[in-house]
């Protein structure tokens, strides 16, 4: 069993920066892929970023390509996601998920590919 728990978020003036943190508890964190997703009012949740079990592939959707930076610390269980040169349209409730297969080499960029969840953290971008 795997419990992700977001932190990070807040209220931020366009152009700035927020470091988004998850912190895994569990000992399968280190062997597992994990990846960020937002919700927006009113919209579907998307995929943000993933990277692989060992850090060594990442991938990013295309709207947050080149401001966004997602990294993991297996020796400390976080995985963190930095946001830069924030746009308003980047306000949605961000999660952290972590895969439930051990290893998979690639990077999960749907939903349904991960089997843990944090509770979310808000980010609220102003224009």
């Given at each position: 069993q795997?419990?992700?728990?977001?932190?990070?978020?807040?209220?931020?003036?366009?152009?700035?920066?927020?470091?988004?943190?998850?912190?895994?508890?569990?000992?399968?964190?280190?062997?597992?892929?994990?990846?960020?997703?937002?919700?927006?009012?009113?919209?579907?949740?998307?995929?943000?970023?993933?990277?692989?079990?060992?850090?060594?592939?990442?991938?990013?959707?295309?709207?947050?390509?080149?401001?966004?930076?997602?990294?993991?610390d297996n020796a400390q269980n976080t995985g963190d996601l930095q946001m830069n040169s924030l746009k308003p349209e980047d306000t949605a409730v961000y999660y952290c998920a972590a895969d439930g297969r051990a290893y998979r080499a690639v990077v999960l960029t749907v939903s349904e590919g991960y089997r843990y969840w944090g509770q979310g953290t808000q980010v609220t971008v102003s224009s």
């Open positions: 795997l419990q992700l728990t977001e932190s990070g978020g807040g209220l931020v003036q366009a152009g700035g920066s927020l470091r988004l943190s998850c912190a895994a508890s569990g000992l399968t964190f280190g062997s597992v892929a994990m990846g960020w997703f937002r919700q927006a009012p009113g919209k579907e949740r998307e995929f943000v970023a993933g990277i692989n079990w060992n850090g060594g592939s990442t991938d990013y959707a295309s709207s947050v390509w080149g401001r966004f930076i997602i990294s993991r």
